[in-house]
């Protein structure tokens, strides 16, 4: 199962109490079906519980009767397709009549009296959800995208989108293989939405998604700087080294002060110990930042030479 059927078994699980709402969602359903006409109305979707949500609210609410069919789509993946059909001109000619569309409407636009009350912007946006929209696993990305055949439908639906007062959704819309797919991104916004429209539980996995793959970037990004503080060590170490290499081979080692010949021979030998080490391993032992104070000197030392 994918998280996005998983959302659309979750959101047709709560049919809306009010008529208004029912209404809004079957509306959502049919409108944005493949194809939604006088002639043809058919709905085709690879979610069984959102095909028989379809079948059920078009019979309570309109009183048309539709069939369904299913298909195996791909048979290793164990997908079934749906399709829900209005059957014949007489029917489809009631459905756009019981939702207010002109038969010979040439643009297919969201007529908004449809949504009567303010809950059933939700139920409407819910509809058209579960009929042509998608949500990303959000082990990949936080994306919810609604794949409309008609431009000036998903415009509508982009401002439909928009318009939601109580959140701040920033819709795209982009045109893909002849569709037009309106989308929202972001893991905020994509769990704001699928709350809107009824999924809490998917909203609620998606965030807990989201925060173990943060606690898990922040292990990570500590981890690379632990990194880089070793290979910085690692750096120090080297510089001293050539350092100590190059008093070695001019002036010799007897040429530095007393307290620098040591570790200068104790470094040399030791190329991977710590300044703790280093500092803790002299016959008088030092601390850290004594260790490396007197190193330091050393690199100056060999500079100057
Ligand atoms: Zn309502």
Known sequence: MSFSSDTKIE????????????KAECYGLLLFARAFSAHVITLTTESGAAAHLAAQLTAETIGVIVDISASMLRRKERKNSFTVTVNGSEQCSAVLAFFGHNQKEINLRINHSNMEEDCCASAFLRGAFLS??????????????????????????????????????????????????????GGERVADLL??????????A??????????????????????ANIDKTASAAAAQIIAIEKIIKTTGLDALPEELREIADLRYRNPEMSLRELGGALSEPLSRSGANHRLQRIVDIARSL
């Open 11 to 22: 959101l047709c699980k709560e049919i809306p109490q009010g008529s208004c709402c029912r």
């Open 132 to 185: 042509c929209g998608t949500v990303t696993d959000p082990n990949k990305d936080y994306r919810l995208e609604f794949t409309v055949p008609f431009m000036n439908l998903a415009r509508d639906l982009s401002a439909f989108i928009s318009g939601i007062y109580e959140l701040d959704l920033q819709p795209g819309l982009l045109n893909r293989k002849g569709s037009f797919v309106v989308y929202v991104k």
């Open 195 to 204: 709350t809107y429209m009824g999924a809490g539980n998917a909203a609620m």
């Open 206 to 227: 998606l965030m807990q998604t989201k925060m173990l793959k943060e606690v898990r970037n922040n292990v990570n990004r500590k981890t690379n700087f632990e990194t």
